[in-house]
């Protein structure tokens, strides 16, 4: 291929993959449907800064600002028309001022406090000229339901940030994904309202993806009701989660606090998380992850996985989860992984947990499956170097507090476990620890003692395995 047409097939193949990766976003949808053509095409990058169409009128009854509306580098959404009553849509002033912020040398997107933003799904795109900061001091919510959603938006995510490299979102504001009418919807792994499920489709949004970004700062914000995971990383470095809050009903289905994939170099501290699955989910591609003072519940607890799914290749290391509490849970913490896969997860260190009536504090399930029709397969990703300290609390009686549950293909290597003390929340009876194909040892005695664990390294794991990320 000559030079210009290998250009042309790069641009062609990042259009094609940036469409596929977002999934039917509106943007793709606007490419890929040229003939609906009712809606303005939008652009990926930043615009020239639109003039202001009025100063803003500051409202009585709000608190005052705690920026100044004159200042240059504050691009306050309200200048660029957003209104602010819950009713009005404010998504193309949203999207006005982010790109006027995103082209700036110094610039503060801010959503002001007192008001409610109605946001459809957007793509907030980069890379901006500048570090930005994302000031939420107001509500943002979300449309209310599928039945809101306009048809040609994508319904796998809301708010995307895409390809910042730079950004702290902080404030005490508000993002509500309003997901009731989405936990509803008669599908798995929804529950219609009467229980009844329906086989098909039923795609809910993300409330917040981070797609190929870095340095990333979140801080101080309060996401609540997402119809889906509250956040997700994907293709993303350098993030740091500190001071938030993420709350949705224990029974919201697959409404994950912060998923994170393909994402390196992450912090989660002082993080207050209850939701309807998992807690914080790390799925392939993760390492240097260091989690700290976060408390979950009720939720499915800390989970790494679930990872190989249709045989595929997961890459986990270097995770620590420490100084955290998890409350009324599914599971503690958990690695999780389908048979089948391939790759490995290693370097995890859960220290100084404190576990309050968890139904498995301590979980390794390399038999996950979500049907009943799941074979067993000869590969599976391989769970080494896994430490458990300092764990102590208390588990629902109704499983083992402790259940290493490892592929019959590659035993997990390594598990080691010291100052763990785990009693029934309720009752006297001490459940055995539940042991399969699972290597490792006991530091100090362990309650209930994890006899089950077999001493050694076994034969079958080569240097060739270990080396298999
Ligand atoms: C759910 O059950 C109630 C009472 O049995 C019934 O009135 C209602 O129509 C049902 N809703 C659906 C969506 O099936
Ligand atoms: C832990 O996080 C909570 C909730 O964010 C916070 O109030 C507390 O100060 C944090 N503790 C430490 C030691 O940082
Ligand atoms: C593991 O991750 C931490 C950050 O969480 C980092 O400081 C450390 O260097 C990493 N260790 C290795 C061996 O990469
Ligand atoms: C899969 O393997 C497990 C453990 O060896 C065994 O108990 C189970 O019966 C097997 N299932 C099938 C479908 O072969
Ligand atoms: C066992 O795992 C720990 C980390 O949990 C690691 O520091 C240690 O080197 C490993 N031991 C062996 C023999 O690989």
Known sequence: MNNHSSRVAFILLSLVLFCFMLLSSVHCRTHLHKNRGSFPVESHISFPPSPAPQAAVGSAAAPPPSYTADDPAVFDVRKY???GDGLAD???????AWDSACGAESATLLVPRGHLFLIQSTI???????DIVVQIDGTIVAPDGPDSWPQRNSKRQWLIFYRIHGLSMQGGGVIDGRGEK???????PHKGVNGSTTAGPCDSPVAIRFFMSSNLKIHGLKVTNSPQFHFRFDGC???????LSIKSPSTSPNTDGIHIENTNDVKIYNSVISNGDDCVSIGAG???????NISCGPSHGISIGSLGRLNSHACVSNITVRDSVIRRSANGVRIKTWQGGSGAVSGVTFDNIHMDTVRNPIIVDQYYCLTKSCTNQTSAVYVSDVSYSNIK???DARSPPMRFACSEAIPCTNLTLSEVELLPAQGEYVTDPVCWNAYGAMETLTIPPATCLLEG???KITQSEVERC
């Open 182 to 188: 989405w936990w509803e919807l008669p599908c798995k």
């Open 81 to 83: 028309g957003a209104v």
């Open 286 to 292: 993760c390492f240097n992850v260091d989690i700290r």
């Open 90 to 96: 404010d998504t193309e002033a949203f999207k006005a």
């Open 237 to 243: 470095r350098d993030v740091n989660i500190d001071s």
């Open 124 to 130: 907030f795109t980069g890379p901006c000229r500048a």
């Open 393 to 395: 609390g208390t588990y």
């Open 457 to 459: 390294t076994p034969e």
